[in-house]
């Protein structure tokens, strides 16, 4: 069976650069065999965090909340594709992470940063390490880093001069460490019930 992975993208800006990335990723792993799907967070567009999924009584949450925690529960293994902020998270996709806790559990994350600049996003990536482990995901060690991303993926998300070859030649070994921890996650939930 292929792998359910959800790539998940959170920029709200009007000139978003970033999704390049995203629809790369999506692109390289459904050209691997995967079932990839962007999940943007500006299409979705949840509120700013009140209340978690899990705290509405059932059947009450807001329709594109629960459609994607049910999509989110499908999916085998997620790719965090992110910005830098000040250093920081991109407040788009740390909020709509948050709308969510168990549905995450006993699956691998990989991250994918990027940014205008010449760092590509790596002080933002940083802390997602951290939060995703914190919210029950495996974080796998290999990650991409796109610096000067609007250079090195066209508006087609197909890789352009040194940055897409540098891009290009550092995706396969991102996207084999993601299948084999999928196979791994996968292999064990079939062996013994997650214990929480």
Request: net charge negative.
């Amino acid at each position: 069976m292929p792998h359910k992975i959800l790539v998940l993208y959170g920029s709200y800006r009007i000139d978003r650069m970033g999704i390049r990335l995203a629809d790369f990723i999506v692109n390289g792993l459904n050209g691997r065999g995967a079932e990839a799907t962007l999940v943007d967070a500006q299409a979705i567009g949840l509120p700013m965090l009140d209340r978690m999924y899990k705290e509405y009584p059932a059947g009450t949450a807001p329709a594109a909340m629960a459609d994607l925690a049910a999509q989110i529960r499908a999916a085998d293994a997620f790719v965090f594709v992110t910005g830098e902020y000040n250093w920081g998270m991109q407040p788009g996709l740390k909020n709509l992470t948050d709308h969510f806790l168990e549905e995450w559990f006993w699956r691998p994350a990989a991250i994918a940063s990027y940014s205008a600049g010449r760092l590509g996003g790596a002080r933002g990536s940083v802390p997602w390490h951290g939060t995703l482990s914190e919210m029950g995901m495996v974080v796998i060690s290999s990650t991409l880093v796109v610096g000067q991303v609007g250079q090195a993926l066209d508006a087609e998300a197909k890789p352009i001069g040194d940055g897409g070859t540098a891009l290009a030649h550092a995706f396969p070994r991102f996207a084999d460490d993601l299948a084999w921890w999928t196979d791994a996650a996968i292999a064990q939930r079939a062996r013994q019930t997650p214990p929480y």
